[in-house]
């Protein structure tokens, strides 16, 4: 590790080291993300209470992480999934057992889900149900 004065610092770890230097949030190129108000990562972290429905869209690890703290908390987690399973970059048995544990917890997890527009309930054009994410 180096410091702001070209100094070096050796670290050991007895354990597991964690590197967390933060991320960037991408929305999706789909309609809706930038009028809906959406939490990103950063919002899913540090919000004061628990919804009553949340949808995450995407299903990587970043999805995977709130999903499973907002459902345990009480919010009814639903969980769309372009694929068969859960996308990892490992082997896939990984992505079948973290998905199972999900089922487990009753997260709502819809594989073969094409997410086309993101929208509020509510909204001029959804009269017939509400939905806050379109398929």
């Known amino acids: 590790?180096?410091?702001?004065?070209?100094?070096?610092?050796?670290?050991?770890?007895?354990?597991?080291?964690?590197?967390?230097?933060g991320t960037d949030t991408a929305l999706p190129g789909i309609p809706g993300p930038d009028t809906v108000r959406p939490w990103t990562n950063r919002e899913a972290t540090g919000a004061d209470h628990a919804p009553g429905r949340l949808a995450m869209v995407?299903?990587?690890v970043v999805a995977v992480k709130p999903a499973t703290a907002w459902q345990a908390v009480g919010s009814q987690v639903t969980l769309p999934v372009r694929g068969d399973g859960l996308p990892t970059?490992?082997?896939?048995?990984?992505?079948?057992?973290?998905?199972?544990?999900l089922r487990a917890a009753d997260v709502d997890i819809r594989t073969r889900s094409a997410i086309t527009s993101v929208?509020?309930?509510g909204s001029p054009d959804d009269e017939v149900r509400p939905?806050?994410?379109g398929s």
């Not at 410091?3 to 964690?18: E, F, K, N, S, Y």
């Not at 048995?93 to 544990?101: K, Q, R, S, T």
């Open 1 to 21: 590790m180096r410091t702001p004065d070209r100094g070096t610092v050796r670290l050991t770890a007895q354990h597991a080291v964690a590197l967390r230097t």
């Open 58 to 60: 995407g299903a990587g």
């Open 89 to 101: 970059r490992m082997e896939p048995f990984v992505g079948e057992l973290v998905a199972d544990e």
């Open 119 to 121: 929208k509020r309930a």
């Open 131 to 133: 939905a806050t994410v």
